[in-house]
């Protein structure tokens, strides 16, 4: 409820409200009778305003749904990630702090990007069609909807196709 009226009030603000609907599964404990500590595992619907800053979406697109992509871009703690890493949600992978510096397509230098370098990690969640092949389908070829999730700029945390039953993507814009 409180992202609703988060993203209420920075559409008010910016003029453009977006709302990203993250399905997560939640463990919660309880007491068996037996005295034991058990965990039950639901489906919960969590929503995450997102500032316009923050969003991504395809300069040629007039709406999400026409877009060839969309994407959410930011600021984790490394802590999150970390514990993501072990939860088996990214990969394990070696991730670090985002350091503001980016290097070019061939890594002979450096330019400074920096905003946030105080120990975050630059999360990039990528939403839209990429060619099959990149997910290691061999046999196919054309895009799928997919969903890929990068840290600082490089480092490839997730990619899956859209688990979605409608394939449709999980931002909400107006």
């Avoid at 007039?62 to 969309?70: K, T, Y």
């Avoid at 984790?76 to 992978?93: N, W």
């Avoid at 975050?120 to 895009?143: A, F, N, Q, S």
Wanted: with cysteine; hydrophobic share 40%; aromatic share 8%.
């Amino acid at each position: 409820e409180d992202a609703i009226c988060k993203s209420f009030l920075l559409g008010a603000i910016y003029g453009t409200g977006i709302l990203k609907i993250n399905v997560q599964k939640k463990g919660t404990k309880r007491l068996s009778k037996e005295g034991e500590v058990e965990t039950d595992t639901r489906v919960a619907v969590v929503c995450e305003a997102v500032r316009p800053d923050e969003f991504v979406i395809d300069p040629s697109a007039l709406n999400i749904d026409e877009a060839l992509f969309v994407a959410h871009c930011m600021y984790k703690p490394l802590s999150v990630v970390r514990a993501r890493q072990e939860s088996g949600v990214y990969a394990k992978t070696y991730v670090g702090p985002w350091t503001g510096e980016k290097a070019d397509t061939y890594g002979t230098h450096k330019w400074d990007t920096a905003q946030h370098t105080d120990g975050g990690v630059r999360i990039v969640e990528y939403h839209g069609l990429i060619p099959k092949r990149l997910l290691g389908d061999t046999e196919e070829k054309g895009m799928i909807e997919a969903i890929v999730t990068i840290a600082n700029d490089g480092i490839l945390l997730k990619a899956v196709a859209n688990p979605y039953l409608m394939k449709d993507r999980c931002f909400v814009a107006y």
